[in-house]
């Protein structure tokens, strides 16, 4: 069965220093990865993924992520963070599949900026 | 390009009574899913749709909750009869296929408070 583990409920750091959110993930076959922010009161924002190809990913509002086959991990990182980027952060899996394949989230990490 | 949209944004009902929440995709996907989200969890696929047929309905409470996609655009989720429980968001989002590297996008949600 697919899962996926976030296992930070919350990561502090402050602004201007490099931030990482962790997510580690299971899946029988190739994983497709997703990183999703949700501001308060919002939806879920689309911000990365990984398909197949380079394992360092780039996305929007400069975040990336890194693919870790061996280690099963796709954490998301930012070189230097804004305060605007505090929000809630999930990680999701897909097992590949051409017709369906249900996203998985993990439970989500706050990630707090402080000025 | 419009987004996923979703209606209403707030809903306020009493346990028993009955709800129903819309949702317009983004224009030419053919997927569309809808997601419940309780505080403090990762969203949870309700059921998934390919142009207007069902494709995993599997965790959908199907005593309570229904869902159609008749002309394989727009879509409604109805909750009839509604405990508290289902106090949650319930978020619509689409993707342009319904292979697993397709990205999904979500709506804003619609967010529901069950008293």
């Known amino acids: 069965a697919q899962s996926v583990a976030q296992p930070e409920d919350q990561v502090n750091v402050a602004e201007g220093n490099p931030l990482t959110v962790k997510c580690t993930y299971s899946?029988?076959?190739?994983?497709?990865l997703f990183w999703y922010v949700q501001y308060p009161n919002r939806g879920l924002q689309f911000l990365l993924k990984?398909?197949?190809?380079?394992?360092l990913v780039k996305g929007s509002y400069g975040f990336e992520a890194e693919f870790n086959k061996s280690q099963t991990s796709f954490h998301l990182k930012k070189p230097s963070a804004l305060v605007s980027d505090s929000a809630l952060y999930f990680c999701a899996v897909r097992a590949f599949s051409s017709n369906t394949g249900k996203l998985i989230f993990g439970q989500g990490t706050t990630l707090q900026v402080k000025p | 390009e419009a987004g996923v949209a979703q209606s209403p944004r707030y809903k306020i009902i009493e346990k028993r009574q009955s709800v129903a929440f819309w949702c317009n995709p983004i224009?030419?996907?053919?997927?569309l899913y809808w997601y419940q989200q309780i505080l403090g969890q990762g969203p949870k696929l309700l059921i998934q749709?390919?142009?207007?047929?069902?494709?995993?309905d599997s965790q959908l409470p199907k005593d309570r909750f229904s869902a159609e996609r008749l002309k394989g655009v727009d879509s409604t989720l109805k909750i009839q009869p509604a405990k508290l429980e289902d106090s949650a968001v319930y978020l619509c989002?689409?993707?342009?296929?319904?292979?697993?590297?397709?990205?999904?996008?979500f709506g804003e949600g619609s967010w529901l408070t069950v008293v």
């Open positions: 749709f390919q142009n207007n047929g069902v494709v995993d």
């Open positions: 989002a689409s993707s342009i296929g319904p292979n697993s590297g397709n990205t999904i996008y």
């Open positions: 224009s030419g996907h053919a997927t």
């Open positions: 899946v029988s076959g190739n994983p497709y």
């Open positions: 990984y398909i197949t190809g380079d394992n």
